[in-house]
């Protein structure tokens, strides 16, 4: 089996020139232009990584690169450097290897910077097979650069420039303002000096699973290394773990996670275990992003399926993988409650409502914007969306210590599982995020959240009676909760640190 942190890597560019001339620019160089990448075959010394990372060095600016499938070594700088880094070492063979571009996808190459009498192969010679001294890192090839068409799709369709997203990198400390189809490009490399893969990951090919078969809630793991090249002996192959939060596109070619992932991680892998087996879901294209000025907590992800799929296309059906090592994961507990979770919206304002019972809907005050009634959508167990209407029953006042609201359906849920409170539902709903009103920021991963135990009485006494007067308990609440839901503290006399 093939461990996640054993087949993973760091991959870094540079100029040989500024090398030369100046040798501290190369670590400069490297932890500005880096980015995480997967050795995804250690016979053959194949990397993929984030194409990104290499858009600095192309030997004319960036014009229609949307156009374009993929982009061969002559588009980019002569003296381009690439150095991979991986965690281990040993020897082994070399084995050739020769791939042949689809012949429909040559005339798509950059032909500004590919002379027309070559020949559009990218072709590696054989090395004479035998030991060599074991390195930590090795010297790579540019084989090609390529577009995820499937991920770029969605892409343009869910993050449109008018719904102000924006999306950080390592590089520069930017955004990816100008072009941020961008993301969708991917690189496959060739390591011919490294020499240790068979010892140090195994001669088989990474596992990896079928991207159709990924559901919502699903447990993941990510592995990749934040800042890329700076700190690695401290960062590389940094793990994370989270859910698959959700799912976009043909063959779900856009993932979504909650795994916390920072700027360097872009070309990492993202893998969920199956019987005790970690199995390659997606590569890592953008740890941040913003709405506006409101960070969202989410990484993207592209689907492996889609990016395979594509270099099978350019390489005239060459096969680095073969077909998925597994295609059915299973459900997983977490699926099970997506039923109860709702999306309701009021004039312009949306948020989102757990299912209690056939008919009442629990969500925040704020959600409602004061509007007597709500447009209820419901993702059901078939994949189809339920569109219903609800009108609003019981809202806290604004003076309430509780941002909570009561939703009534106009009809029962036949179709949806209502959650057990005492084993599904042990928390409650998320009633805010924190934010420093000094200086502004706002810090999504930490949440208030209305205790369940609190709700929960009222809930049942209301679907016993019908009463709204059994909500007014929750208009009341002592100095002392009102000051903890302000995070204000009970003491005048400020508590000294130990530390």
């Known amino acids: 089996m093939i461990s996640p942190e054993r087949c993973s890597c760091i991959v870094s560019a540079s100029l040989v020139k500024e090398v030369q001339v100046n040798p501290a620019a190369e670590s400069q160089r490297d932890g500005s232009w880096g980015c995480s990448g997967l050795l995804l075959h250690p016979r053959r010394r194949l990397v993929l990584c984030h194409g990104q990372t290499f858009f600095p060095f192309l030997r004319r600016p960036k014009r229609n690169l949307g156009r374009r499938p993929f982009l061969l070594p002559g588009a980019f700088h002569s003296d381009l450097q690439i150095q991979v880094q991986f965690p281990g070492t040993s020897s082994s063979t070399q084995p ?51 577009s995820c068409q499937e991920f770029g799709d969605i892409f343009r369709t869910l993050f449109s420039k008018s719904d102000k997203w924006y999306f950080y990198s390592e590089d520069k400390n930017q955004e990816v303002h100008g072009e941020p189809l961008d993301l969708a490009w991917f690189a496959l490399l060739w390591c011919p000096g490294w020499v240790d893969g068979g010892s140090v990951c195994g001669e088989e090919a990474l596992r990896y699973v079928r991207s159709e078969s990924l559901s919502k809630g699903q447990p993941l793991f990510s592995c990749a290394s934040p800042f890329a090249s700076f700190c690695s002996e401290i960062f590389m192959n940094t793990l994370s773990q989270g859910i698959v939060s959700n799912l976009a596109g043909e063959r779900n070619a856009l993932i979504l996670t909650d795994a916390r992932c920072l700027p360097g991680t872009e070309g990492g892998g993202v893998y969920i275990r199956s019987q005790h087996l970690y199995y390659l879901a997606g590569l890592i294209v953008a740890p941040l992003c913003w709405k506006a000025n409101d960070w969202v907590g989410l990484t993207l992800v592209c689907s492996i399926t889609c990016i395979l799929e594509t270099m099978r296309r350019i390489l005239n059906g060459f096969e680095i993988f073969g077909p998925p090592t597994l295609t059915a994961p299973g459900s997983h507990r977490l699926t099970r409650l997506l039923g109860t979770a709702a999306l309701l919206e009021s004039n312009r304002v949306w948020g989102s409502g757990v299912i209690v019972s056939p008919r009442l809907i629990i969500t925040c005050r704020h959600v409602l914007d004061r509007a007597p009634s709500v447009r209820v959508k419901i993702q059901s167990d078939s994949n189809s969306c339920l569109a219903l209407k609800g009108r609003v029953v019981f809202a806290t006042k604004e003076t309430s210590p509780y941002d909570v609201a009561v939703v009534e359906l106009d009809e029962d849920l036949s179709s949806i599982e209502i959650p057990t409170i005492a084993s599904d539902f042990k928390t409650g709903i998320i009633s805010s995020n924190a934010r420093n009103n000094n200086g502004g920021a706002t810090y999504p991963h930490l949440n208030f959240s209305l205790p369940i135990t609190v709700l929960w009485p009222v809930l049942s006494a209301y679907n016993q009676t019908r009463d709204v007067a059994v909500f007014e308990g929750l208009n009341r609440g002592s100095k002392h909760l009102r000051a903890l839901w302000r995070l204000q503290g009970s003491t005048s006399v400020p508590q000294r640190s130990k530390l």
């Open 96 to 146: 050739e290897l020769a791939m042949s571009l689809a012949s429909n996808d040559t005339g798509a190459l950059n032909s500004e910077s590919e002379p027309r009498n070559l020949d559009c192969r990218p072709r590696l010679s054989s090395l004479t097979p035998g030991q060599a001294k074991a390195k930590r890192s090795s010297p790579a090839e540019m084989l090609m650069v390529f």
